[in-house]
Each structure stands twice: as C-alpha cells, then as structure tokens.
C-alpha cells in the first residue's frame, strides 16, 4: 500500500489539500459551500482517477493475498493430513 500511494505522491497531496479545503468549510458550517468545493475539486483535479485506480490496485493486492493465504492454508491442511495417514499407516 505505501508503494502505490508514494507512486501517486502527487495525487494523494492535491486530494488531501482538497480534503482540507473542503473541511474547512464544512467545519464552519458551510455546508453547500463545501458542496461547492467538492465537485469543483473532483473535476480540477484528474489526478483524483490515479488516486481512485490506486485504492483498486490496494483493494486487488489485498483481495489477492487473502486468496493466496487461503490456498496455503488449504495446501497445508492437505499435506498434513497426508503425512498423518502416511505416519499411522507406516506404524501398523
């Protein structure tokens, strides 16, 4: 995750301005002027998509681990189980 979002530096800066930006306002109790910055921010900064693609690509590399441990997990168990038969089979 940190190397997706250094490779996106800029992205995330301009995002987390705009974050600020917005938070101000809505801090202040301004709703619709926070409104305002918010379409205004997502259509000035394009690099907002590189963010977006960034969390896809963190949200894949996690869905992709957690299918990989499961496979390990089920490979494991397997291999366990095998070993334990082959053991009390040579025993007998």
Do not use: P
């Amino acid at each position: 995750m940190k190397e997706i979002l250094q490779e996106n530096s800029d992205a995330v800066r301009q995002a987390g301005e705009a974050l600020v930006e917005i938070g101000t306002e809505l801090a202040a109790g301004r709703i619709e002027n926070a409104l305002g910055r918010l379409e205004a921010a997502q259509q000035q900064y394009l690099a907002w998509a590189e963010l977006d693609q960034a969390i896809i690509d963190i949200q894949e590399a996690v869905h992709d681990r957690k299918n990989t441990l499961a496979v390990q997990q089920i490979l494991t168990e397997l291999v366990g189980t095998i070993l334990g038969n082959a053991l009390r089979t040579g025993m007998h």
